[in-house]
């Protein structure tokens, strides 16, 4: 009898868990003190500049499972066209946005507390690329007012992880 | 997802690569054909330049068509990797180099061909003693010395112009001692430095200077057994691939060839367009290709500021590159990379282009360490 409460408990609480995961709602100014330094994600790779990506602020809105994420425009250093991910866990196959050449195949998911999402494309995103997956994990601080944007890319030349922090406005 | 998956989609199924190798026009799509080619049996282009895209109208079409065919399949030629990094990788001609040290350390790194800069090569007179022992090591080592990359300009004003000749008809000589297999140059400007492009370029009288200055130094150096391919730069008289094949006509010495570097004759109309330009380049120069270089660029500046990139990341199709230098006949391609600021980027573009090419089965000789 005990143990059929909890299975239904469980049952009871699954939506109330479900919509537990955090809110990225708002908008979001890069804290480069918090952050560590960013290589250039697209463009700007080459002989000219080696300096660290800027980091743009963001805006995001989300509405259970699909959060959208516009980027300040002046920065194109991240999303390039506004991003739209629906956390379910289904890999979809999207055109890249920054070019609308190519494709690139993404996952979007909650694991605990954290939005997860994955993607594999051509690097820059035009034909003939070599292949970058990249990992993101995003997760809000406990008092709701910083976004740590973790990302890992791994690629044949180099893999790299970085953290960027930022803050609720 | 693989780098298939771009092809899967079918984005780029139709009109304008030729696909298969050729010149002939009757095995060209019929507007490739009518846009570019003379008819008759003439493989004379007509109009320079990519076709249209949608219409005859009012914007310059340097957005790429959606149905561009990529055709991927990899061919039997074998690629070998060099690079011009003059800290590892390049051969220097200097007294008391450890040459078999350097080509392990080389092989192992995962190049397995080399090439020399002219100017660094001639400064020296290399022992006949020396030259056995460094033709001793590539044996042993299975490296191949393939060539050596001319500067100069051929026809820069006056002395300069001359002075480039005789270097080249030189640089040609002691390459065949070396037993290379080629000598790069480039067909030069009027400016007297040929990275400084010049109003009358591309005027019917520089025309001229190239193919007379070409055909000097082949008559310079006849019979010597050494392929002189020539490299197209934006700044110079020679700057796309109509151009290669009319100046090797031109010229008509068969040891004039291509050293293909793509990136050196991309302009904005290009740019987004380069699985085309590689296609239509291939499909007109064919096996004139002698070696190619493999850069990668970027357009991200509001004049025309196309920068360099790593291999891989940028707007060059390395997937159309790698496959369609693979179908040359090689057996042996050698394939420079060039164009870098630091030694690690070497090692990353060394292994994008192993990537790229190992998930299409092209084949690059050797290995790199991880």
């Given at each position: 009898m005990k143990k059929?409460?909890?299975v239904l408990?469980?049952?009871v609480?699954a939506?109330v868990m479900?919509?537990?995961q955090?809110d990225?709602?708002?908008?979001w100014e890069p804290?480069?003190?918090?952050?560590e330094?960013a290589?250039?994600e697209?463009y700007?790779?080459?002989?000219?500049?080696?300096?660290?990506?800027?980091?743009a602020?963001l805006?995001i809105?989300?509405d259970g499972?699909?959060?959208?994420?516009?980027?300040d425009a002046r920065?194109?250093?991240?999303?390039a066209v506004p991003?739209?991910y629906i956390a379910?866990g289904q890999?979809?196959?999207?055109?890249v946005g920054?070019?609308?050449?190519t494709?690139?195949d993404m996952?979007a998911s909650?694991?605990d507390?954290?939005?997860?999402i994955?993607?594999e494309?051509p690097?820059?995103g035009m034909p003939?690329?070599?292949?970058?997956n990249?990992?993101?994990?995003?997760m809000?601080s406990p008092?709701?007012n910083?976004l740590?944007?973790?990302?890992?890319?791994?690629?044949?030349?180099?893999?790299?992880a970085?953290?960027?922090?930022?803050?609720?406005q | 997802m693989?780098?298939?998956k771009v092809s899967r989609?079918?984005?780029?199924?139709?009109?304008?690569?030729a696909?298969?190798?050729?010149l002939?026009?009757?095995?060209m799509?019929?507007?490739?054909?009518?846009h570019?080619?003379q008819?008759?049996?003439?493989?004379?282009?007509?109009q320079v330049g990519l076709?249209?895209v949608?219409?005859?109208?009012?914007?310059?079409?340097?957005?790429?068509?959606?149905?561009?065919?990529?055709d991927?399949t990899?061919g039997?030629s074998?690629?070998r990797l060099s690079s011009?990094?003059s800290n590892?990788?390049?051969?220097l001609?200097?007294?008391?180099?450890?040459?078999d040290?350097q080509f392990k350390?080389w092989?192992?790194?995962?190049w397995?061909?080399?090439?020399a800069?002219?100017?660094?090569w001639m400064?020296r007179k290399m022992?006949?003693?020396e030259?056995?022992?460094l033709?001793a090591a590539?044996?042993?080592n299975?490296?191949?010395?393939?060539?050596?990359?001319c500067?100069g300009n051929?026809i820069g004003?006056g002395?300069?112009?001359?002075?480039?000749?005789?270097?080249i008809v030189e640089?040609i000589h002691?390459a065949a001692?070396?037993?290379c297999?080629l000598?790069?140059t480039?067909?030069?400007?009027?400016?007297p430095?040929?990275?400084?492009a010049?109003?009358?370029?591309?005027s019917k009288?520089?025309?001229e200077?190239?193919?007379?200055a070409l055909?000097?130094i082949?008559?310079?150096t006849?019979g010597i057994?050494?392929?002189?391919?020539i490299?197209?730069?934006?700044s110079?008289?020679?700057?796309?691939?109509?151009a290669?094949?009319?100046?090797?006509d031109?010229?008509?010495?068969p040891?004039i060839g291509v050293?293909?570097d793509?990136?050196?004759?991309?302009y904005?109309?290009?740019a987004?367009?380069?699985t085309e330009l590689?296609?239509t380049?291939?499909?007109?120069?064919?096996?004139?290709?002698?070696?190619i270089?493999a850069k990668?660029?970027?357009?991200?500046?509001?004049?025309?500021?196309?920068?360099w990139?790593?291999?891989?990341?940028?707007?060059?199709?390395?997937e159309t590159m790698l496959?369609?230098?693979?179908?040359?006949?090689?057996?042996e391609?050698?394939v420079?990379i060039e164009?870098?600021?630091?030694?690690?980027?070497?090692?990353?573009?060394?292994r994008?282009?192993?990537?790229?090419a190992?998930?299409l089965g092209v084949?690059v000789y050797g290995?790199?360490?991880?």
């Amino acid at each position: 009898m005990k143990k059929a409460l909890l299975v239904l408990l469980g049952f009871v609480m699954a939506p109330v868990m479900a919509v537990a995961q955090p809110d990225f709602s708002g908008s979001w100014e890069p804290d480069t003190d918090r952050s560590e330094p960013a290589p250039s994600e697209l463009y700007r790779y080459g002989r000219l500049d080696n300096d660290p990506a800027r980091q743009a602020s963001l805006t995001i809105e989300q509405d259970g499972n699909t959060v959208e994420v516009y980027e300040d425009a002046r920065v194109l250093t991240r999303y390039a066209v506004p991003a739209v991910y629906i956390a379910d866990g289904q890999e979809r196959t999207v055109t890249v946005g920054n070019t609308g050449v190519t494709e690139q195949d993404m996952t979007a998911s909650w694991e605990d507390n954290k939005l997860v999402i994955e993607i594999e494309k051509p690097w820059g995103g035009m034909p003939g690329n070599v292949m970058l997956n990249t990992r993101e994990e995003w997760m809000l601080s406990p008092d709701g007012n910083t976004l740590y944007i973790t990302t890992q890319h791994n690629w044949p030349a180099e893999n790299v992880a970085y953290t960027v922090a930022y803050s609720r406005q | 997802m693989t780098t298939k998956k771009v092809s899967r989609r079918q984005v780029f199924s139709g009109a304008l690569a030729a696909g298969a190798a050729g010149l002939a026009a009757s095995a060209m799509p019929k507007a490739y054909a009518d846009h570019h080619m003379q008819g008759g049996d003439s493989s004379l282009p007509r109009q320079v330049g990519l076709p249209n895209v949608w219409g005859e109208d009012f914007l310059f079409q340097w957005s790429p068509p959606e149905n561009v065919e990529r055709d991927l399949t990899p061919g039997n030629s074998v690629l070998r990797l060099s690079s011009s990094n003059s800290n590892f990788g390049r051969l220097l001609n200097v007294e008391g180099a450890d040459y078999d040290s350097q080509f392990k350390a080389w092989k192992k790194a995962g190049w397995t061909a080399c090439e020399a800069g002219s100017y660094q090569w001639m400064s020296r007179k290399m022992p006949d003693s020396e030259k056995r022992e460094l033709k001793a090591a590539l044996r042993e080592n299975d490296m191949v010395f393939y060539g050596i990359h001319c500067g100069g300009n051929v026809i820069g004003p006056g002395k300069e112009g001359e002075d480039s000749r005789r270097h080249i008809v030189e640089t040609i000589h002691e390459a065949a001692d070396m037993d290379c297999k080629l000598v790069l140059t480039h067909a030069g400007g009027l400016h007297p430095n040929r990275n400084v492009a010049h109003p009358q370029n591309w005027s019917k009288d520089a025309w001229e200077q190239s193919v007379a200055a070409l055909k000097s130094i082949c008559a310079d150096t006849a019979g010597i057994d050494i392929k002189i391919p020539i490299e197209a730069v934006n700044s110079e008289s020679i700057n796309n691939p109509w151009a290669h094949k009319r100046l090797i006509d031109d010229v008509g010495d068969p040891r004039i060839g291509v050293g293909l570097d793509v990136t050196n004759f991309v302009y904005p109309g290009f740019a987004f367009r380069m699985t085309e330009l590689l296609n239509t380049t291939f499909d007109l120069l064919g096996d004139h290709v002698t070696y190619i270089h493999a850069k990668d660029l970027v357009w991200d500046e509001m004049l025309a500021g196309l920068n360099w990139s790593v291999q891989g990341t940028g707007l060059v199709d390395y997937e159309t590159m790698l496959t369609r230098a693979s179908r040359l006949t090689g057996p042996e391609i050698y394939v420079l990379i060039e164009f870098l600021d630091r030694d690690e980027k070497y090692v990353q573009a060394q292994r994008n282009i192993r990537s790229i090419a190992d998930n299409l089965g092209v084949q690059v000789y050797g290995t790199q360490e991880a």
